[in-house]
């Protein structure tokens, strides 16, 4: 048996409630360890279990494998997924590479040619 999962903070958040949740799910299905979670998932069960943390939200394809693993509704919990995403507004789009003459490169100076 795996060490306890940690408290949830009593916050409301949409996030708390997600991950409290996805905790009813497992226990549901008989508190599966994250270990055989992820021989089912082939998700690691670091990963499970932090989508699980309430600490961030985990991807969608995270959670259906989650949900999938303790025997849930794959269309319920994508509408509830997209409804604790959409909870945290748009999301800024990851930082992509520099443009040219931006960034480390910039101060490569630049052979001349002759």
Excluded: N
């Excluded at 279990?49 to 961030?56: C, D, F, L, P």
């Amino acid at each position: 048996m795996g060490r306890p999962e940690r408290e949830l903070p009593g916050d409301g958040s949409a996030l708390t409630e997600f991950a409290r949740q996805l905790r009813a799910a497992r226990k549901a299905a008989g508190e599966p360890s994250y270990r055989r979670m992820s021989a089912i998932t082939h998700f690691s069960a670091a990963t499970l279990a932090r989508a699980a943390s309430g600490q961030t939200l985990p991807s969608l394809e995270v959670t259906l494998a989650y949900v999938g693993a303790c025997g849930g509704s794959v269309g319920e919990w994508q509408a509830a997924w997209a409804e604790a995403s959409a909870s945290f507004g748009p999301q800024p789009d990851p930082p992509g590479p520099e443009p040219p003459g931006h960034g480390p490169e910039a101060d490569v100076p630049v052979p001349r040619q002759l």
